[in-house]
């Protein structure tokens, strides 16, 4: 933009040395491609991104808060407007009358670990230094911005050579102190049924524990593919989106282990899955913040070395899980599931789909109108048995990802590259860069709804642009549909969350058929139309054989996707109603809140 283009840009463009300069598209679309690359880089390396003034810098709020989130680190330098204020309004200055030292960039505060406006030449020694701090400290890492007012682009200023002098920031692994191992060890001993939660890098060192105590783990969706999902202690996804293993396991749990989660409601089933009325907490967290969370015994601390130092104790006091055949049950059962999840097929009109809560209309006239016959589960079923072991995946928001956390399986450490934590839509096309950036001799997917398509695949000109083959998955099913099955199992009509034409009130009339074949044409990649499982496994085979990027779209059945095991989740209903099947909803909804933990 016209705030960078003549100072940062300048300086791109006479020198770059050994930095690469990458061109964005939409400012949110590149902030994800960086995060997705820090992510996958298991956060030790950083693309940095720069925008304009106003809206180019307003894009990059939501990447900021997603990248916080998920405390992935992510450094933008946004233009600012003049630090002279000379030439006030300055173009896309956002103005305030309470106070002429407000501009856009003020939007990154709540949203970013650290912050700074850059007013003079000779802020910018500290500014990225304090930045570097934020980026590299695995407990507070998150987005960093710094705000660079136009005119002190430009400056010079006479900095000390020392300034430029090679850094080394250690990212260092310091175990939790003596006193909070020995609570949690106290703690564990008495277990007879603990559950481990785990997001945490540290996979191998959480097998080996699981293994030695014969203690089952379930995964958040940030952590899952840090541990091998063949492992015999593995349960799989837990909680809202979990599967039937991991949450009836969780029922019972007394003592439950969370390891470097943030404990969302999504992982709780909002604070209602544990149904133990002795259950205990413990956490093993680097950050304070997450450590203090479900009212705790705490080991503030790397997961890697703390675990293992709490290993040593538990060892030491000869102890072993009280579980007998149950895991091995619930892993049976679930297993049998996923058999009947894959063998889903449309079977005509008297198709029964898995979600009951619909329009009556949607499904007979989906079909009609796209001769699709893919089910959701059918089709990831599918991917996952013609894609390669090593490849990586990459769900964001919708529906698939809570399919993806159930059924999705993978020995590759990293190989499932989940945004969850801000569920940003808009996320899953950038990130396939991010990551093809971080692992270019491996294949990348992404599975993306419709809706999540249209509202951001800018960074496919990009993905062109660099050469870069990525696959991407459109899953099209004419709709919001996890929002739609959220409104309707909930009492409430299909409102705004189906891709209807307009009544001049509001979109009820047709379903508005999209050829996202055609729109990837446009850019150049190579395209696949699917209407049948048998022509996904084909397209998917041919794929490989492919040099440049590729987009499948794939015609898929509404109320198709997964359903909730054993979960639960508390949202915000309304309390009176006209209608009885809100009322009724709200019953339900109530009861839910009564048996959760209050906090």
Known sequence: GHGIAVGLGEALDTDPGQLRVLQGRNEQGMCHVATAFAKQSNRKKIIPCASSVGPGAANMVTACATATVNNIPLLVFPADTFASRQPDPVLQQLEQSNSL???????????????DRITRPEMIMTALINAMRVLTDPAETGACCIALCQDVEGESYD?????????????????????????????IAEAKKPLVIRYSEAG??????????KIPFGESQAGKSACKSSHPYCLGGIGVTGTYASNIIAEDADVVIAIGSRMSDFTTSSKRLFKNPDVKFVTINNCRFHAYKMDAAKAV???????????????????????????EEAKKVWDKEMVRLAGIEYTGDDFEPIIKARDPRTIPEFVKMTNGKITQTAALAAIRRVIDEDATIIPAGGSLPSCMQRMWTTDKRGGYHAEYGYSCMGYEVAATLGVKFAEPDNEVYCVVGDSSFQMLHSEIMTIMQERKKVNILVFDNCGFGCINNLEMNHGIGSIATEFRYTDGKKPCGDLIPVDYAKIGEGYGLKTYTCKTIAELEAALEDAKKQEIACLFDLKVIPKTMTDGYESWWNVGIATTSSKESVRKACVGVLEGRREARDY
């Open 101 to 115: 030292a407000t501009t856009t960039n003020d939007a990154f505060k709540p949203v970013c670990k650290y912050w």
């Open 159 to 187: 900095y000390p050579e020392y300034f430029f002098q090679k850094r080394v920031h250690r990212i260092t692994r310091p175990v939790a102190v003596e006193e909070e191992l020995e609570d949690l060890a106290e703690i």
């Open 204 to 213: 191998e060192t959480v097998e080996k524990f699981c293994e030695e105590f």
């Open 301 to 327: 601390g790397d997961a890697k070395v703390t675990v293992e130092a709490l290993t040593k104790k538990l060892r030491a006091r000869g102890y072993v899980s009280a579980y007998n055949g149950e895991i």
